[in-house]
């Protein structure tokens, strides 16, 4: 029973796993260094492309092993964040270290076989839960492409077969670039368009600060995500301790709710529940159990009066 946790025992967590994806030259990767202290997994080769101001330390993969290596290096204890650019390019990384060490997931065409993608992804969802225990974020970025569902057209990560979902059960947030007009925006609220996912509340859609004027200047700091990262970390707080009061406001109904002996003092525990700063389901709850009290005391309630009376 040690073991067991009540929702306001949970330990918060502080850091999450995200994914980034949008349209060519939103600046993807430099939003996602925007993180706390990050380290960059460069699959892509694609740290060139970020603005010299706003590179960090990189590790330019070339193949899966150097992941294992670095993830053992004692110096990766400095970095708070990881961030994968991209998630597409580390899957196939993934894919030939699979078939390297095992030709029996390999089929005729050169692809992964099924069992094959089975391994990959819980080599994936590994590696994800490897950085949390390390107390890291990590964020994955990735390009978007088109998918037709019926006659509408649905917005996905570029991501091979199945493993855009697989990828986003495994995360905290997942957020699409999109340029409105002239500014830069992301979403993480999902819609028929594009894949998204918000677990604490973000904006709808958040405008993106712009880093360099036209004269190529640097007018503003790269801390996008580590300012969701704090929200994140403040929203997960504040669950915590909604929860706590929960169970503490729910002592209080039940308490009320047994001191019910009659009519009278049932709908005085009506008026007293009513006057409560209800938290989640306490509210539907107080009302459930002084039904329940007042049947077993063979009360009824009547609609007109909207009060209780003897039988």
């Known amino acids: ?59 330019q993969i070339s193949k899966w092993e150097e992941v294992d290596e670095v993830m053992q290096d004692p110096d990766i204890a400095g970095y708070q964040t990881i961030v994968i650019d991209t998630a597409g390019k580390m899957l196939s990384f993934m894919d030939k270290y699979i078939m390297q060490n095992n030709p029996k997931m390999r089929k005729a065409d050169g692809t992964l076989s099924l069992q094959g993608y089975g391994l990959r992804k819980n080599m994936f969802i590994n590696f994800v839960n490897q950085v949390s225990l390390m107390g890291k974020s990590v964020i994955f970025v990735a390009h978007e492409r088109e ?20 990828l986003i059960k495994e995360l905290d947030l997942v957020g699409y670039m999109e340029a409105i007009g002239k500014k830069r925006t992301i979403s993480f609220n999902p819609c028929e368009k594009f894949y998204g996912k918000n677990t604490c509340n973000l904006p709808e859609r958040m405008e993106i600060p712009t880093l360099i004027n036209d004269k190529g200047d640097l007018i503003g700091e790269n801390n996008f995500m580590t300012n969701v990262i704090k929200s994140y970390s403040a929203y997960q707080s504040k669950q915590t301790e909604l929860s706590n009061e929960y169970e503490e406001l729910m002592e209080v109904i ?58």
């Open 147 to 166: 998918e037709k569902v019926g006659d509408e057209k649905q917005i996905r990560p570029e991501i091979g077969g199945s493993s855009a979902g697989d």
């Open 1 to 59: 029973m040690g073991l067991i946790k009540k929702p306001n025992e949970l330990v918060v967590k502080t850091n999450l796993s995200a994914l980034i994806y949008g349209q060519p030259g939103m600046g993807k990767t430099t939003l996602a260094l925007s993180a706390p202290h990050p380290l960059l997994l460069d699959f892509d080769g694609g740290i060139h492309r970020v603005n010299a101001a706003h590179r960090v330390d990189t590790v």
């Open 254 to 311: 039940k308490e009320n709710v047994e001191m019910i002996t009659d009519a009278v003092s049932a709908n005085e525990a009506v008026k007293a529940m009513q006057n409560l700063n209800h938290i989640f389901d306490s509210a539907l709850q107080a009302k459930d159990l002084i039904s329940r009290k007042c049947k077993e005391l063979g009360l009824k309630f009547d609609k007109i009066k909207k009060e209780y009376e003897a039988a």
